[in-house]
C-alpha cells in the first residue's frame, strides 16, 4: 500500500477500501490513498457518509458489543462441566478393562490351561477310527466264547467248532451263568449234556 | 504482580504451556476468559438463541480442553476455535433439525437478561427486539459475507487471520466486507428501523440519550 498513495486507485478498488476507510480501519497512508480518489467519485463520497451515520447509529444501540454479559459465566460453567467430565471418564477409564479384557484374559487362561492338560495325555496312537464305530455292525458279547471255553475246559469236554448257539439253546437253561454254575459245580454236568447233544 | 494477572497477561504460547504442563484449572479459566466472547458470538449467529449458543459454546471449550496438547499452532487459538465453534454449531443445528431461523419466528425469550439496569422495560423490550431484527438481517446475508463482516467489523479481526478462518482469499474477503456493509446500512435505512436510522443522515449518526428505537 505504500506505493498506493502515489498511484490512481480504480473505483472498484476504492469500493472494497470503503468500509475500511469509514471505521478508520486504514493506516494514515491508505487513508490518504483513498481520500484522494474520493474526490473523482463523489457518490461513493456520499456512500462513506452514509456508512459512517448508519453503523455510528447501531453502535449507539449497544447491542453489537453486549454479548458479553450473556457469556459472562462462561467459564465457571464450562470449567464445572470439564471437571465433572474428568471424573466421570476416571470411572469409564476402566469399564472397557471389566467388561471386555478381564473376559478376553479369563478365555485366554482357560484355553491355555485346556490346551496344556491335554497335551499331557495326548495318546500316543492315532486317533480311533470313528468311521468303523458309527457302521452298524453288531459287536459280539464280547464275554460269551470266553466264559464258554471256561465251562468246556472245567467241564473236560472239548469245545465245538461253533458252541455259542449249542450252548445258549440248552434245555432247561435260561441264563448262561446258570449252565457255567452248573459246570463248575458238578463235574459230569458236562459229560451229561454233552451225550445229548446230538 | 499476582499469578492471576501474571496469567492474563500471558501470551496465547504461554497460557497453552501453563495448560499443558502447569495449574491446567488456572490456565484453562484464563483460556476461556480470553475467548468466550469470540466463541460465544460465532455460535450465536449460526444458533440465534442464546441459551444455544451457551451450550455450544461450553462444547467448544470443552473439546478445545480435550485437545490442547495435540494443538500445534499452526494457526492461531482464535482460529483453531472459530473452527470447532463452527463445527459444534453445525452439528448442533443437524441434532435440532431445525435452522436458526425457526427460532426467530419464536417470541424472544422471557428470561433474557435485561442488556442494562439504566435501561426502561420499554427500552429493553426494544432493543431485544431490534436484536432479533438484526440478527434476521445477518443472517439473510450469503453466510461468507456474514462471517467476513461479523469477523471484520464486530470481532475487529485482520483480513489475514480472516482468511485462515474461512479459507477465502483476501481480495475475496475485501469483496464480501464491502457486499455486506452496503446490504446492511440499505437494509436498515429501508426496513423497519429506517426512521431511526434515517435520523441518522441528518445527525451524524448521534441519537440522543436513550433514544427510542421506533419502528
Known amino acids: 500500500m505504500g506505493t498506493r498513495a502515489n498511484t490512481s486507485i480504480s473505483r472498484a478498488e476504492l469500493e472494497l477500501l470503503l468500509p475500511d476507510y469509514a471505521f478508520g480501519r486504514l493506516s494514515a497512508e491508505e487513508a490518504a490513498a483513498v481520500e484522494k480518489a474520493l474526490r ?33 459465566m ?15 471418564s476416571s470411572q469409564q477409564r476402566w469399564k472397557p478393562v471389566l467388561t471386555v479384557l478381564l473376559p478376553a484374559l479369563g478365555l485366554a487362561f482357560f484355553a491355555l490351561w485346556w490346551h496344556s492338560t491335554q497335551r499331557g495325555k495326548a495318546p500316543s496312537s492315532p486317533e480311533p477310527n470313528l468311521e468303523w464305530v458309527a457302521t452298524d455292525q453288531a459287536e459280539p458279547f464280547p464275554y460269551t466264547d470266553g466264559i464258554l471255553t471256561f465251562a468246556y475246559w472245567s467241564s473236560g469236554i472239548p469245545p465245538l467248532s461253533q458252541p455259542s448257539p449249542s450252548v445258549l439253546s440248552l434245555e432247561g437253561t435260561e441264563d448262561i451263568s446258570e449252565v457255567v454254575i452248573d459246570a463248575i459245580a458238578e463235574p459230569e454236568f458236562g459229560s451229561r449234556h454233552a451225550s445229548q447233544a446230538p | 504482580m499476582s499469578q492471576l ?28 476468559r480470553r475467548y468466550q466472547r469470540f466463541v460465544y458470538s460465532v455460535a450465536y449467529r449460526y ?11 461450553q462444547e467448544v471449550f470443552l473439546r478445545a480442553f480435550e485437545n490442547l496438547h495435540r494443538f500445534q499452532q499452526r494457526s492461531s487459538i482464535r482460529t483453531w476455535l472459530y473452527r470447532i465453534t463452527v463445527r459444534v454449531a453445525l452439528g448442533m443445528l443437524r441434532q435440532q433439525k431445525r435452522s436458526a431461523w425457526v427460532h426467530w419466528n419464536d417470541a424472544f425469550s422471557e428470561d433474557e437478561e435485561p442488556t442494562s439496569p439504566s435501561l426502561s422495560p420499554e427500552h429493553i423490550h426494544e432493543r431485544q427486539e431490534f436484536e432479533h431484527y438484526f440478527h434476521r438481517l445477518l443472517q439473510s446475508l450469503p453466510e461468507k459475507q456474514r462471517e467476513t463482516f461479523a469477523l471484520r467489523y464486530i470481532e475487529g479481526l485482520s483480513y489475514e487471520e480472516i482468511s485462515r478462518m474461512l479459507g477465502t482469499s483476501i481480495g475475496g474477503l475485501k469483496a464480501n466486507y464491502f457486499l455486506a456493509v452496503r446490504k446492511i446500512a440499505k437494509a436498515l435505512l429501508n426496513g423497519p428501523y429506517a426512521e431511526y436510522f434515517r435520523q441518522a ?15
Not at chain 1, 457518490?43 to 449507539?60: G, I, N
Not at chain 1, 462462561?74 to 466421570?88: D, F, G, K, P, T
Not at chain 2, 438463541?49 to 451457551?54: M, S
Open chain 1, 40 to 72: 473523482e467519485h463523489p457518490d461513493l463520497c456520499a456512500e462513506v457518509e452514509m456508512l459512517r451515520a448508519v453503523f455510528h447509529r447501531l453502535e449507539a444501540i449497544g447491542y453489537l458489543r453486549e454479548q458479553e454479559h450473556h457469556c459472562s
Open chain 2, 201 to 215: 443522515l441528518n445527525t451524524n449518526g448521534n441519537p440522543s440519550k436513550h433514544e427510542h428505537i421506533p419502528r
Open chain 2, 5 to 32: 494477572t501474571t496469567l492474563s497477561l500471558a501470551s496465547d504460547e504461554e497460557l497453552i504451556q501453563e495448560f499443558r504442563q502447569g495449574d491446567r484449572e488456572r490456565a484453562a479459566a484464563q483460556f476461556v
Open chain 2, 47 to 57: 444458533l440465534g438463541r442464546h441459551e444455544d449458543a451457551q451450550d455450544a459454546a
Open chain 1, 74 to 88: 462462561l467459564s465457571v460453567q464450562v470449567l464445572n462441566r470439564w471437571r465433572e467430565r474428568q471424573a466421570s
